[in-house]
């Protein structure tokens, strides 16, 4: 029996988020918001890869995010707005974020 690694866990966490039948609840928000958070925090040395621009971008979205949740809870008007907000904002931070930003697998 092989243990399930902490990557794992993420990866098949934010692939679960960013299905279109999964409803997006505000715990998944602020669970996303601690992992980028513990992100940028460890100098995860993906995003020390991306172009500055491209971390604004990321960072725009985080925002975009964090303004949602405190100002409303994410509805189903939003749903996809939200999960287009978290593909960008996660971006570079997973191994699998080779291609654009807009054909992001997990």
Not at 30 to 53: C, H, I, T
Request: proline letters at 7%; hydrophobic letters at 35%.
């Amino acid at each position: 029996m092989s243990a399930i690694s902490p990557s794992d866990v993420v990866g098949s966490k934010l692939e679960q988020m960013l299905q279109p039948n999964h409803v997006l609840c505000k715990n998944d928000m602020v669970w996303f918001m601690e992992f980028v958070k513990s992100r940028v925090y460890a100098n995860d040395p993906r995003l020390l890869e991306l172009p500055p621009e491209r971390l604004l971008q990321n960072f725009r979205h985080y925002a975009e995010i964090a303004l949602t949740l405190i100002y409303n809870h994410p509805g189903e008007t939003e749903t996809e707005r939200l999960r287009t907000c978290l593909t960008e904002a996660v971006y570079g931070l997973l191994p699998t974020d080779t291609r654009s930003s807009q054909s992001i697998t997990l």
